[in-house]
């Protein structure tokens, strides 16, 4: 269902990251839910968002990354390896936190998830989410989950339907 704040997410690419950014408007800063201190994978049940990649398509490894609002990371190359098992991918992170919104920055390292720079015109998987505990909700467990791609589902881990991202020249 619609929530009643515009999440949005910008998507560049230099040939040596892929830059990722959300910007989260919050009324309610004052009421953020930030109990995760630590990379773990319970990041999610804080305030925070969620970015899957999905770089080829073709095979069932993703990339999943969590961020909260106060910065604190988890990463998971899903299939590939295990939560504990999952290399250091270099991923960059920066979060700022306002009077109306938060913000986060991720610049991920293109040498540490593919061999290549991806070519003008391939397509990924790419889905964001966000993670909203700031108010009574009347969904699940008082939580709020929006999607740039909905899954129609209260998951966002269904790679069909992630959307897609082209790089350009």
């Not at 998507?11 to 892929?18: I, K, T």
């Not at 988890?74 to 299939?79: L, P």
């Not at 919104?101 to 040498?111: D, F, K, R």
């Not at 699940?140 to 790089?167: N, T, Y």
Request: aromatic share 12%.
């Amino acid at each position: 269902k619609p929530q009643d704040v515009n999440t949005i997410g910008y998507v560049a690419s230099d040939g040596e990251y892929l830059y990722l950014a959300v910007r989260c408007p919050e009324p309610h800063m004052d009421k953020l839910k930030l109990v995760q201190m630590s990379p773990n994978a319970g990041v999610c049940t804080d305030d925070s968002i969620e970015i899957n990649i999905d770089m080829d398509r073709a095979t069932e490894d993703y990339i999943q990354i969590m961020l909260n609002a106060n910065n604190v990371p988890w990463f998971w190359w899903r299939t590939k390896h295990s939560p504990q098992d999952t290399p250091d991918l270099g991923i960059k992170t920066a979060v700022f936190r306002g009077t109306n919104e938060w913000t986060c920055e991720l610049a991920v390292p293109l040498s540490k998830i593919v061999a290549a720079a991806p070519k003008p015109g391939e397509q990924w998987g790419l889905n964001f989410a966000r993670n909203r505990y700031t108010k009574d909700f009347k969904d699940k467990k008082g939580e709020a989950l929006s999607q740039w791609c909905p899954a129609f589902v209260w998951s966002h881990h269904i790679r069909d339907r992630f959307g897609l991202i082209e790089f350009g020249k």
